[in-house]
């Protein structure tokens, strides 16, 4: 989140637990007190925190209960404050993701366990950069939980797939019944930033992995996710 730019003084807190399948409590406090140290240091600042649309689903996990807890921690300390909620951000991390971790896999012939009903948004990290910042630009939303996600979803298996196509691999998995798919609202961001921007697009999750499939490939061939 670097790259995201205020037109006022923000604090932009994008550290702390990535990992959706984390269940160490150790983790967890560790945002809870980098978070609450941080804006107890900067009151005087707009606080800019990002969350998960997972917390939509029906299943609960520690991980979506740690996202609910630290989204009213940030509404609690902070005088002003903006909660982003993303689906699957796309982008070239050192952290293990989603899509760097089937990237990994299919280059390396495993065979992975794709739940069949399981449905996932992609969004390319430079678009939340973008749609942030003209919602931080606009004082849109501010001391309130804003969905910033696309308009489409995607199947795991359909993700798997098409990774595999760009990575010229030939696809292994075993499908579990299991998985969900769940609703986003984003109809306030549809009419903030209009119904034809790029995300809306029915072909937008195409777009996001086939312009990161040989980014995530070059970082995964020299060790580096």
């Not at 399981?118 to 749609?131: F, G, K, N």
């Not at 004082?139 to 979803?153: C, F, L, R």
């Amino acid at each position: 989140m670097a790259n995201l730019k205020a037109e006022r003084d923000c604090l932009i807190i994008g550290a702390g637990v990535s990992n959706s399948s984390e269940t160490r409590l150790a983790e967890f406090q560790r945002e809870i007190d980098l978070v609450t140290t941080a804006i107890q240091q900067h009151s005087e600042l707009r606080i800019v925190y990002f969350s998960t649309c997972s917390v939509s689903q029906a299943v609960r996990t520690p991980y979506i209960d740690h996202k609910c807890a630290m989204e009213k921690i940030v509404s609690s300390l902070a005088a002003e404050w903006c909660i982003y909620r993303l689906p699957q951000v796309v982008g070239v991390v050192n952290n293990s993701t989603l899509i760097s971790y089937i990237v990994r896999s299919i280059l390396q012939n495993i065979t992975l366990k794709v739940q069949l009903n399981a449905q996932r948004r992609l969004i390319d990290i430079d678009d939340v950069v973008r749609v942030c910042g003209r919602l931080l630009n606009a004082n849109q939303g501010v001391n309130t939980v804003q969905n910033i996600a696309p308009g489409h979803s995607a199947s795991v298996v359909q993700i798997v797939e098409r990774i595999a196509y760009g990575l010229g691999k030939e696809p292994r998995y075993d499908c579990v019944d299991a998985g969900e798919s769940y609703e986003i609202d984003i109809q306030p961001l549809v009419g903030f930033i209009g119904t034809e921007d790029l995300i809306f697009t029915e072909d937008y999750w195409r777009t996001v992995l086939d312009k990161y499939i040989p980014l995530l490939r070059n970082v995964s061939t020299q060790g580096s996710v």
